[in-house]
């Protein structure tokens, strides 16, 4: 069963416009944590934020913020007044503490954004 | 300034050829891992290391081997190349067990014909 779904394949927007990427995990442990990646076209993979199993409270940087929902097991990413700087494909990942934190990645939603 | 670096970038091989990727980190990391990138599959683990001369298998290791002889270095091995592991490849390295992202090179790109 795949532990982390990242159900939107490509999502375009225009520039400026806000945009969700959406991630829902399963687990059975208590103590696991969560992560966003970036991939731009260029290819390498850039960490955005960790997020443990401990802590709901919703994260903001810059444009960017993150959703944490244990009630719902979703890690959603949003964007605000996208740039097409953002266009790149975004991975979602979960590592757990008891399979050695292991991690356990999304497929990733592929983000255009349109001037 | 430290950083992780896999060569070659690119690499084109036949089928049945042993390959060898290479992985160098420079940040002392104890753990590291090795993974594929293919459309649809996002990435998948293939082995990963927590120290010298430790080894591990992931998800999808058939094909693939690694050794860790020292703390910087993680060679990945394909014993007789297949045109199914056309694929990206990514190293990865974290400083320990109680640390948790990851951080990964540059990727390979390698083509079995």
Not at chain 1, 8 to 31: A, M, N, P
Not at chain 1, 57 to 81: D, L, V
Not at chain 1, 108 to 115: D, E
Request: proline share 3%; hydrophobic share 30%.
């Amino acid at each position: 069963a795949q532990k982390v779904t990242q159900a939107q394949t490509e999502i375009s927007v225009v520039e400026k416009e806000d945009v969700t990427l959406d991630c829902v995990y399963e687990t059975r442990d208590t103590t696991y944590y969560l992560f966003w990646y970036k991939q731009p076209p260029s290819g390498e993979l850039v960490f955005l934020i960790r997020r443990n199993s401990f802590d709901e409270q919703n994260e903001i940087s810059g444009r960017y913020s993150w959703n944490f929902q244990k009630s719902t097991s979703s890690f959603n990413f949003t964007i605000t007044a996208s740039q097409v700087v953002d266009s790149a494909v975004y991975f979602c990942a979960l590592s757990e503490v008891n399979t050695g934190n292991q991690f356990y990645f999304g497929t990733g939603t592929s983000l255009t954004v349109i001037p | 300034d430290a950083e992780i670096t896999q060569s070659p970038r690119h690499k084109i091989t036949e089928t049945g050829r042993q390959v060898t990727l290479a992985c160098h980190q420079t940040w002392n990391h104890n753990n590291m891992f090795w993974y594929r990138q293919d459309l649809g599959h996002g990435l998948r683990l293939i082995h990963y290391s927590y120290g010298v001369h430790d080894t591990n298998k992931g998800e999808v290791s058939d094909g693939y081997s690694v050794s860790r002889s020292n703390t910087e270095d993680l060679p990945l091995t394909l014993e007789s190349a297949a045109s199914s592991q056309t694929s990206v490849y990514f190293c990865a390295s974290r400083p320990g067990l109680n640390s948790y992202e990851q951080y990964f090179g540059p990727g390979t790109r390698l083509t079995v014909t």
